[in-house]
């Protein structure tokens, strides 16, 4: 069966109304691999997937008893679902609970659902408190986090945010926290480290690699498929992939199941693909929850309402395309009209998660009054969201806005409002994305914005219809989510 679908309107609206006033962030905080190990500190012996239920059992007696360590646990199993319904209400009141102990990774995951609203009321303030509070107690994790909030512009963006956040992301390092150590190397991969060349980024990997982290050998991995710091080596490569994988990086598996069915170093191996999919889909990535589905729904091996509750499953472990995709299904009816509205929930679930292309949907909703109430500012925040988030589609729609108001605006205005309107259309053609392409093209043949010039036009157009020719060739089955959507239709 299909999971029971809640239309209620009210319910809806402020789902989707918490969902625009925050987003989800790279903030550290464990996984389900995570969670494993923690727990597995306290069995002394590995914890399987399958032990929830008991061990819940277990760490709800030791809350009562005040234990921190087990609340905070307890905590992580709301927020993960291991054993347990999904909470993150119940996850944040567990988590203050601990941190109200001066339990240091407690009062860091409750400044990660401040920072995301996520079973609290959405405060960046409050979660920076959070952050400090446990950086007070040198906790490497709150210290780190402090640093990616700086880093990333999450609190304060200004001149000297970026300069803060590394600093305390160098200090993260020396407390010997190995995601900061990765950190460091991916900021010196982008020339973020003044001083210190983009090749020296794989001597942060191999330090990080060195000390067991699977993200550092992760990456290690990637700088031998390319050459970059050292020798260019698939052998190696492979061997990082799978080393990182099983030191608990489950990101790792995309990478394994290609290496697997390419046989780039060993025999093509489509089982073993299968077999690390599945597995990585069991620990709760929402990447491999969709690819496990894809890979078993094309194979037949999945019902229409099995692949449904999985797509479900991957939108509410962080998967922003299997909430786009749950959203277009239902607004297309799959469950009949008076399921649609439940559309523009999953539209801002994928949002939140980070698809400009829902954000983009979203913004349409509030444009036009769907479900929703009619709001333009709102629209206008989540067409600028969904640049932000690389949305070719939300740089097309917010540069043709830009065009509409500098049509009203004084001269100069109107000026920077079509310089800034083909500077968005700009940054879509670099996607080479079909309309973009076609309205810079515009931009150039009539001078709005840029400087007139014919010859330029002309090529973005032919290179339009190009990508536009090979976009028709290119269009078939649709994969797994073109199989749905066939399936659902019958």
Known sequence: MVENLNIDIDSII????????????????????????????????????????????DLKALADK????????????????FGVEFNVKEAARLFRSAAERKHGDAINALGVCYMEGRGVDYSPEKAVKMF?????????????????????????????????????IRQAAQLGLTDAINELGRICSQGGLDGEPEDRAVKYFIEA????????????????????????DMTKAFDCFRRAYDAGFVRAFFVLAQFYRGGTVAPANEEAARAVIREAAELNDPRAIGAYASSEALASRLRPEEAFNLLIKGAHYGSDICALEL????????????SKPLAVRYWALASYNGSGDASVKLAQCY????????????????????????????CL??????LKFADDAPPEEGWKLRAHAAQLFTRGAEDDDVHCLQALAT????????????????????????????????????????????????
């Open 327 to 338: 959203g277009d299904l239902l607004d297309g009816g799959v469950f009949g009209e008076d």
């Open 14 to 57: 402020q789902d989707v109304e918490k969902c625009t006033r925050c987003v989800k962030t790279d903030l550290l905080i464990p996984d389900t691999v995570g969670l494993l190990r923690i727990l597995g500190a306290r069995y002394s012996r590995k914890v399987k997937p399958d032990e929830g239920s008991a061990i819940i059992q």
């Open 443 to 490: 931009c150039y043949k009539k001078g709005i914005g840029v400087d007139k010039n014919e010859t330029r036009a002309k090529m973005l157009k032919k290179k339009a219809k190009e990508i536009a020719r090979e976009e028709a060739r290119e269009k078939g089955g649709g994969g797994f989510f073109g199989w749905i959507k066939r399936i659902f239709g019958r």
């Open 209 to 232: 690699a060195k000390r067991g982290s699977g993200e550092g050998l992760f990456n290690l991995g990637i700088a031998h498929t390319q050459g970059d710091g050292v020798p260019k």
């Open 397 to 402: 729609l917010l540069g043709e806005l830009f």
């Open 66 to 81: 005040n234990d921190a360590q087990a609340t905070y646990e307890l905590g992580l199993c709301h927020y993960l679902s």
């Open 132 to 168: 400090k509070l446990g950086a007070s107690f040198k906790n490497p994790v709150c210290v780190y986090n402090l640093g990616l909030t700086y880093f990333n512009g999450l609190y304060e963006d200004d001149e000297t945010a970026v300069d803060r956040g590394i600093k305390l």
């Open 367 to 394: 444009f036009g009054g769907r479900v929703v109430p009619q709001d333009a500012d709102k629209g206008l925040e989540l067409l600028k969201r969904g640049v932000k988030q690389d949305s070719a589609t939300a």
